[in-house]
């Protein structure tokens, strides 16, 4: 990992969002948040990188959450943009092939190809007197720190 600086990462939602900033060797701070609040993280990180999980067509119908995940997508961009950080986007895909070298890889796969980056569960993880470098992650966080983790090597 090359990164020697914070980066946001983002994994938008139709009213909350998961965020995790990470500093290229562990969580600095995560959440899952409204999208109002996550709008404010973009401001407290002024300057910080953004990188978000974005939407991609794989050629099946969509319902209007994944277009109102798309304006959310276009208000964090503008937010960000605003206070000076860069934004960038990366499909499921990219962060899929990334992390498991397969586009057929499911959530399972990518949370174990996190777990052994950061030397297995229990390292990883560790506990709550010791926490781990991603300590805490939960639910869509995970998508989150793969989005970061694409992020910090792209950097």
């Known amino acids: ?8 990462a983002i994994d938008p939602g139709t009213f909350e969002s998961a965020w995790v900033l990470f500093d290229g060797a562990k969580v600095l701070a995560h959440g899952i948040e409204s999208n109002v609040t996550v709008m404010g993280r973009l401001r407290e990180h002024a300057g910080c990188p953004v990188w978000i999980e974005m ?6 119908a969509v319902g209007s959450e994944v277009f109102e995940t798309c304006v959310w ?23 899929k092939l990334h992390l ?18 950061f030397g297995g569960t229990a390292a990883a ?5 010791q926490p781990g470098p991603i300590y805490g992650l939960v639910k869509h966080e995970w998508a989150a720190m793969a989005v970061a983790l694409y992020g910090g090597d792209s950097q």
Do not use: P
């Open 100 to 117: 498991c070298h397969s586009a057929q890889a499911k959530d399972t796969n990518i949370r174990r190809a996190i777990l052994d980056r």
């Open 125 to 129: 993880l560790g506990n709550k007197k």
């Open 73 to 95: 997508i276009g208000r964090f961009w503008e937010t960000a943009n605003l206070n000076g950080s860069s934004f960038n986007r990366v499909t499921r895909i990219q962060v």
């Open 55 to 60: 939407v991609a067509c794989y050629g099946m």
């Open 1 to 8: 990992m090359k990164l020697n600086v914070k980066l946001l």
